[in-house]
């Protein structure tokens, strides 16, 4: 289109350029003489001309810059030409890392490149502690097994206790107005489904408490027992939890009760060990 158009204005400066010419001949036939007049015309008639063939060589120092302008052109979109198919590949590119970002909550590309350096780290300590797989399920189950053990023998204690403390509770309640009135403690292992959140207890440490043994149970910071309290406030009635039957006078009372009654528990229970040890002699 631009070498159509420079044609098309060559044309007509040519033309133009012709015109010329054919007016300074016609001009110069018609002149009579050679006078100053006749001179001044001429050099005006020459001026047209060589206007016109300057504007004809500008216009081919135009095509020739534009021809190599278009060279210039063509060497860029040669190097730097357009490929679909890399297109097509940076846009599938730039949405997984914007599906990425998504995902990770991040906000830009610096958050995203600091999520993956954390992920490769826990990957890598990940990696490390899978070659010591073995030796950290040792430690485990060793530790499981002193939890079980030792919310065993709490377990035993909590129990051997109990009775005493449901005696001394009771006395004090028939101290405090309330005879007639049973008190006791209900304590049990919450048994859980699945292995998770739970520890294994075996037959030695289950069997003397009647909890099933090989069963996972859930494990407290105060251990395995689940405690409650329960009371019937007169002799026909069934024992049921110590919150759902209590009366704020009630409540009084048996609150008293449980605080004067851990003392004479613990005597008791050093009393019955201490015959049980001279028994033994």
Known sequence: QKGDALTAVEGHLRGVLAQEEAAAARAQEERPGSGEANGEAGEEEDEGITLMADALDILE????????????????ARQYRFSPADQQELSARLQELTRAMRQQGCA???ELLAAAWEAEDSLDSWFRMEGQQESLQQEAAAVEAELAAAGAALS???RAAAGHL???????????????SRFD???GWEQLPGAAGGIRVGEAEAVPVYEEA????????????????LLAA??????????????????ARIMMALKAAPAAAAAALHQATAEA???AE
Request: proline fraction near 4%.
């Open 108 to 110: 830009s590309t610096e």
């Open 214 to 229: 090989g069963a996972t149970f859930r494990a407290r910071g105060n251990g395995l027992d689940a405690v409650e309290f």
């Open 156 to 158: 035993q204690r909590r």
């Open 185 to 187: 403690v209900r304590i």
């Open 61 to 76: 120092q135009t095509r020739e810059l534009l021809g190599e302008a278009a060279g210039k052109v063509g060497q860029y």
């Open 234 to 251: 007169g002799p026909a009635e069934p024992l049921r939890p110590l919150a759902a039957v209590a009366s704020g006078g009630e409540s």
């Open 166 to 180: 449901r005696v001394a509770v009771e006395a004090s309640l028939a101290e405090l107005a309330m005879a007639g």
């Open 277 to 279: 040890g001279e028994d």
